[in-house]
């Protein structure tokens, strides 16, 4: 599994020099070292241990929260797009435009399949499932790391995003995802979660989802303030309705 890590490193550090070729400009260096960030997080999560609570939470920080963030702002999209022939990434635009895109990538969208996802594994028979089915762990991790990658981006994304909500909206989303974290956290230190774990298990794993979950979702709230990019009082007037 750590060859989808390196895979994904070596694939975008090819396009990011290749942008700095003559004549094809260049591209930010902070870009290439977040999302170098973001797979060297999800390299960490896929060697740590996970059979227990402890390394699954750990995990679920690590692929589901914080690699997320780093890949989300090195704008690999921003950069295939630059990659790409114009006629390609004209028809990728087409593409995006598509109402289901627009559902698929909205903050509601991500927040549902996160903390959703989460609820579902904890509250269900699912977690006890995946300690005895090999096969089904993989699975969870690639919801993690797809999940966490919507709902990043559709809070904070860099990247090209037609239809994507305002700020006020994606900071209410924002504030939901805070409150379900804190509230599965609350749930697991009572011992109220599907998990054979002992009770100093439970009580560890919840107070790094509390703690670890709200650093993550600081990090990412500043994220949307520092890719926030306000519309220019000129824009706005042009919208304003014209008086009769």
């Not at 060697?47 to 750990?58: I, K, N, Q, R, T």
């Not at 379900?180 to 560890?204: E, F």
Request: glycine share 10%; proline share 9%; charged share 10%.
């Amino acid at each position: 599994m750590l060859l989808v890590p390196l895979v994904m490193f070596w694939g975008y550090l090819a396009a990011a020099l290749r942008r700095r070729d003559p004549g094809r400009g260049g591209w930010s260096s902070w870009r290439t070292a977040s999302f170098g960030t973001g797979t060297a997080l999800l390299a960490v999560a896929l060697l740590l241990p996970a059979h227990d609570l402890v390394g699954h939470v750990w995990q679920h920080l690590l692929v589901g929260m914080l690699a997320p963030l780093g890949l989300v702002l090195g704008a690999p999209g921003t950069l295939a797009l630059r990659t790409v022939r114009p006629r390609v990434g004209r028809a990728a635009l087409r593409l995006l435009r598509r109402p289901a895109p627009a559902v698929a990538t909205h903050p509601v969208t991500g927040l549902l399949l996160t903390a959703g996802g989460l609820y579902l594994l904890h509250l269900t028979p699912l977690y006890r499932a995946a300690l005895t089915r090999p096969g089904l762990h993989p699975l969870l991790l690639l919801h993690f790391l797809v999940s966490g990658y919507v709902f990043t981006w559709a809070i904070a994304g860099p990247d090209p995003g037609p239809h994507r909500p305002g700020v006020p909206l994606r900071l209410v989303v924002l504030g939901l995802s805070v409150a379900a974290h804190a509230t599965l956290a609350q749930l697991m230190y009572a011992g109220l979660v599907d998990a054979a774990a002992p009770t100093t298990q439970l009580r560890t794993a919840a107070t790094l989802m509390y703690y670890v979950g709200d650093l993550a979702e600081i990090l990412l709230a500043l994220a949307l303030l520092a890719t926030w990019r306000p519309t220019p009082r000129r824009d706005r007037a042009a919208r304003a309705p014209v008086p009769a």
